[in-house]
């Protein structure tokens, strides 16, 4: 009779553990289906959010090639933002992103020479802007004196060219090495993709645009 006792006992608490070793089994199980889905929506949160910073905020870019020198120089790595063109003007002189008349997967870098209802007109390697009743060459501190701004198969030297209220003048800083308005004409404001703000790289030359 004792034994017996001792041995249902035994059996008993044997019991309990199995069925306390399967709990805390089970729970294991749930709480590392719960971490993983913690992950997973991290994870998916995280891609949504730089998919909409990249599309309605900010976007890196890389510097290609030099027609932007001295102001820009390949490698370099820049930070255009897309939410200031929707309520402020461009003004003349801000460097831009945009995509080329036709080119929707090409992404340029420009500099805004002439703004809506500007006339110019390229005349002795310099640029000339007229807007109400008055005329200007422009002064252009961002590139080298010498820097001629030559003619173009879309912008002949000396003729005047008005521009509508939503088109604006684009050229590289360097002249003589550069795809821009000379050659693929005004840019219309929807082209535009957003300013150029800031230069994360290289360290150097970190610093707000």
Same mark, same amino acid.
């Given at each position: 009779?004792?034994?017996?006792?001792?041995?249902?006992?035994?059996?008993?608490?044997?019991?309990?553990?199995?069925?306390?070793?399967?709990?805390?089994?089970?729970?294991?199980?749930?709480?590392?289906?719960?971490?993983?889905?913690?992950?997973?929506?991290?994870?998916?949160?995280?891609?949504?959010?730089?998919?909409?910073?990249?599309?309605?905020?900010?976007?890196?870019?890389?510097?290609?090639?030099?027609?932007?020198?001295?102001?820009?120089?390949?490698?370099?790595?820049?930070?255009?933002?897309?939410?200031?063109?929707?309520?402020?003007?461009?003004? /003349?002189?801000?460097? &831009?992103?945009?995509?080329?008349? *036709?080119?929707?997967?090409? +992404?340029?870098?420009?500099?805004? !020479?002439?703004?809506?209802?500007?006339?110019?007109?390229?005349?002795?390697?310099?640029?000339?802007?007229?807007?109400?009743?008055?005329?200007?060459?422009?002064?252009?501190?961002?590139?080298?004196?010498?820097?001629?701004?030559?003619?173009?198969?879309?912008?002949?030297?000396?003729?005047?060219?008005?521009?509508?209220?939503?088109?604006?003048?684009?050229?590289?800083?360097? /002249?003589?090495?550069? &795809?821009?308005?000379?050659?693929? *004409?005004?840019?219309?404001? +929807?082209?535009?993709?957003?300013? !150029?703000?800031?230069?994360?790289?290289?360290?150097?030359?970190?610093?707000?645009?």
């Amino acid at each position: 009779m004792i034994f017996g006792r001792e041995k249902n006992e035994k059996d008993e608490y044997f019991g309990f553990n199995n069925e306390y070793n399967q709990s805390y089994s089970g729970e294991e199980q749930i709480t590392a289906k719960a971490f993983l889905f913690d992950i997973l929506e991290s994870v998916i949160g995280s891609v949504i959010v730089i998919i909409l910073l990249y599309r309605f905020v900010a976007m890196p870019e890389v510097v290609h090639g030099s027609s932007m020198y001295p102001s820009f120089e390949p490698g370099e790595r820049i930070l255009m933002e897309r939410v200031t063109r929707h309520f402020k003007p461009y003004e /003349r002189g801000e460097v &831009v992103i945009l995509h080329p008349p *036709g080119q929707d997967n090409v +992404d340029f870098l420009k500099r805004i !020479v002439a703004l809506p209802g500007d006339i110019f007109r390229i005349k002795d390697c310099q640029v000339y802007i007229s807007k109400y009743g008055e005329t200007f060459r422009l002064q252009e501190f961002y590139i080298d004196g010498e820097v001629c701004t030559a003619e173009g198969p879309q912008i002949k030297e000396g003729h005047a060219i008005r521009l509508r209220d939503d088109e604006f003048l684009v050229l590289g800083d360097n /002249r003589s090495n550069s &795809v821009d308005s000379r050659l693929f *004409g005004v840019v219309k404001r +929807d082209r535009i993709l957003g300013r !150029v703000v800031f230069r994360f790289w290289p360290l150097s030359r970190v610093g707000f645009l």
